[in-house]
């Protein structure tokens, strides 16, 4: 379905400025935006002003035509020349013009909704372009038409420079209106940038928080392994003193109805020795938890008067002597963690003396960072493969395994490592050994 409005040739710069303001006006007949009236009228008046400067002559037909269901209004411009050699190429979409020629047809493409053109040496060329007619508009009879085309022939004689001015103006107006598109794309870009900014930090903190968790959740793992082997160790070495009591129980309870004396302190001193063998190592299992957990306060330790204390309260014996060095500092610290020290390592240095003249040393040297504090045994030594393990937890030298808990080293570690200090051991792995452990200088009071 096709209707004809009007036609008007091409002939002189005069009907390009007619030809652009009838469709300016069908346009607006049309219900067509102002926006968008522009735009048809522009791309119309730019098919005409090829046909002026290429052919020198022509016509623009204007119709209202259906397709698909669609009202457009339509331009067909069409002349007589020799046609377009490179119309495939100007068809194509990504064709964009290298020289002066064929911006035309290019800005006119972005002008309208369809463009279509046939052209031929012989017949010429016909350019249709279409605007599509708003859904909502009422009907366009012939009745309508005619309308207007009596409002076109009642109009005045046509002032080139007024309707130019008009072009012009009207032309302004769509660049305000383009400029006023860009300013809200660039806000929106703007928005975008900042919800991408925004975006990129979330992204940081949700991959910092999943840091954190994975940290989180290996050391929960660490832990829960520590409990399996804490479980198992505990549940190992309480199990064999305990099975020792229950014999011992029993053989003590046969000397009694025997009414042997002799045996009977014997085995009751035996099973005083491994009660008093389960107390230790519950009491190291209670230290090695504890240790760290709970805020200990600090007071003036002067370890002249610490040391004998830990040393009356250890039963030397006789065979045994402990050298102080006199020259021991008084430190602004934990008492108990100074405490549990010197008591492990003072047991351990006595527990494992063969000698008849044992000799063990407690040294001091002071340092700029750290002081350092030693305690030094004639003993029986600890083997180099032993070395490293003495201060994990449960784990105890070869020659040891029977007459120690494997805890009292690793509270010692424990407490060295809160204060952010050393540990270490020297043996010759055959005779003797030196434990050596630094303190913070800044809780050095006097020495």
Request: hydrophobic share 40%; aromatic share 6%; with cysteine.
């Amino acid at each position: 379905m096709k209707k004809n409005i009007i036609k008007i040739k091409i002939e002189n710069e005069l009907d390009v400025v007619l030809a652009y303001k009838r469709s300016l006006q069908l346009a607006g007949f049309c219900g067509i935006a102002m926006a968008s009236q522009t735009k048809f009228a522009t791309a119309v008046s730019e098919i005409c002003r090829n046909v002026l400067e290429h052919v020198g002559h022509g016509q623009i037909q204007f119709n209202i035509t259906e397709l698909k269901g669609i009202l457009y209004l339509e331009a067909l411009i069409s002349d007589r020349g020799r046609g377009i050699n490179n119309l495939e190429e100007l068809l194509n979409k990504h064709y964009r013009p290298l020289t002066s020629k064929g911006w035309g047809i290019y800005n006119s493409k972005k002008l309208v909704e369809q463009l279509f053109i046939e052209s031929d040496s012989e017949k010429g060329t016909q350019v249709m372009l279409h605007k599509a007619i708003p859904h909502n508009h009422p009907p366009i009879n012939n009745a309508i038409i005619q309308g207007w085309n009596q409002h076109f022939a009642s109009e005045a004689n046509i002032s080139p420079y007024v309707e130019i001015k008009n072009q012009n103006m009207q032309l302004l107006e769509l660049l305000d209106q383009i400029r006023l598109k860009n300013l809200e794309v660039e806000h929106q870009l703007d928005e975008i940038k900042n919800l991408n900014t925004q975006l990129q930090a979330s992204n940081h903190e949700i991959t910092s928080l999943l840091q954190e968790r994975n940290v989180a959740n290996a050391q929960l793992t660490a832990i829960n392994q520590e409990l399996d082997k804490f479980a198992y160790i505990i549940s190992h070495d309480l199990k064999a003193p305990l099975f020792n009591i229950i014999s011992l129980s029993a053989v003590l309870q046969e000397s009694m109805l025997e009414n042997t004396s002799g045996e009977i302190n014997k085995v009751a001193r035996m099973v005083q020795e491994q009660a008093e063998s389960m107390e230790k190592f519950i009491s190291d299992v209670l230290e090695y938890s504890s240790t760290g957990r709970n805020s200990i306060s600090k007071s003036t330790v002067d370890l002249k008067v610490l040391l004998p204390k830990v040393i009356r309260f250890l039963n030397v014996p006789a065979h045994i002597n402990i050298e102080v060095a006199p020259n021991l500092p008084v430190l602004f610290t934990e008492e108990i963690y100074l405490q549990q020290i010197f008591t492990n390592l003072l047991s351990n240095a006595i527990k494992y003396n063969d000698k008849p003249d044992g000799l063990i040393q407690i040294t001091y040297n002071p340092g700029e960072s750290f002081i350092q504090l030693a305690v030094t045994d004639n003993g029986q030594g600890i083997p180099l493969e032993d070395q490293q393990l003495i201060f994990e937890p449960y784990k105890t030298g070869s020659r040891h395994r029977n007459t120690s808990t494997g805890l009292g080293l690793s509270i010692v570690k424990k407490i060295v490592q809160l204060k952010n200090t050393d540990i270490w051991v020297e043996s010759t792995g055959t005779n003797g050994t030196t434990v050596f452990f630094n303190w913070p200088v800044e809780e050095l009071v006097e020495s």
